[in-house]
T-cell receptor, first 116, second 107 residues
Framework: EAGVTQSPTHLIKTRGQQATLRCSPI?????VYWYQQALGLGLQFLLW???????NRGNFPPRFSGRQFPNYSSELNVNALELEDSALYLCASSLVVGPGAQETQYFGPGTRLLVL | RKEVEQDPGPFNVPEGATVAFNCTYSNSASQSFFWYRQDCRKEPKLLMSVYSSGNEDGRFTAQLNRASQYISLLIRDSKLSDSATYLC????????FGSGTRLQVQP
């Protein structure tokens, strides 16, 4: 079974530009999560999409946005790039189960974004 | 105070050693707990979920103490391939990650 895939693997942009990152979840998974891992920092939750809707977002400015498509794949868009946006962006997917049940998130290999 | 706190290490241990990692979390309402493993410049991979009764998977044992808001991971008979960063993770949807504990197993 194929895992979570992400593209591109690396992305180089300059300040002020826009970046678009893509994620395909594991087949059958309806939830997609985005996390940012800046150098030397822990993973920070960015966004959660389920069934095409944004369900939750972390403490990030509105220039971080995204969407989920009918096939459950997802895009993360970062507008007006700043130097500190340079990081590894990780996508994870899970199968939403009933309330109270343990869900497991599986991560893709990430996209390394470098802002110059 | 960080939501999930871990000792960053590094823990340098010889092959065959037993090593224990601890983690504390601040949100007493947390319901789901995990240990992930992250190799250098790679994505995190689930090592094991942590259940209230404690659970074991081969050489790995995880414990949860809700009263103390404390999670532990014990690795027995360390292998060179266990060298990685171990992430303590709390939460059900928007996961909260600790900053990780580095383990280096030496021959």
């Amino acid at each position: 079974e194929a895992g979570v895939t992400q593209s591109p693997t690396h992305l180089i942009k300059t300040r002020g530009q826009q970046a678009t990152l893509r994620c395909s979840p594991i087949s059958g998974h309806t939830s997609v999560y985005w996390y940012q891992q800046a150098l030397g920092l822990g993973l920070q939750f960015l966004l959660w999409y389920d069934e095409g809707e944004e369900r939750n977002r972390g403490n990030f400015p509105p220039r971080f946005s995204g969407r989920q498509f009918p096939n459950y794949s997802s895009e993360l868009n970062v507008n007006a790039l700043e130097l500190e946006d340079s990081a590894l962006y990780l996508c994870a997917s899970s199968l939403v189960v009933g309330p109270g049940a343990q869900e497991t998130q599986y991560f893709g290999p990430g996209t390394r974004l470098l802002v110059l | 105070r960080k939501e999930v706190e871990q000792d960053p290490g590094p823990f340098n241990v010889p092959e065959g050693a037993t090593v224990a990692f601890n983690c504390t979390y601040s949100n007493s309402a947390s319901q789901s707990f995990f240990w992930y493993r992250q190799d250098c410049r790679k994505e995190p991979k689930l090592l094991m979920s942590v259940y209230s009764s404690g659970n074991e998977d081969g050489r790995f044992t995880a414990q949860l103490n809700r009263a103390s808001q404390y999670i532990s991971l014990l690795i027995r008979d360390s292998k060179l391939s266990d060298s990685a960063t171990y992430l303590c993770v709390v939460g059900r949807r928007a996961l909260t990650f600790g900053s990780g504990t580095r383990l280096q197993v030496q021959p």
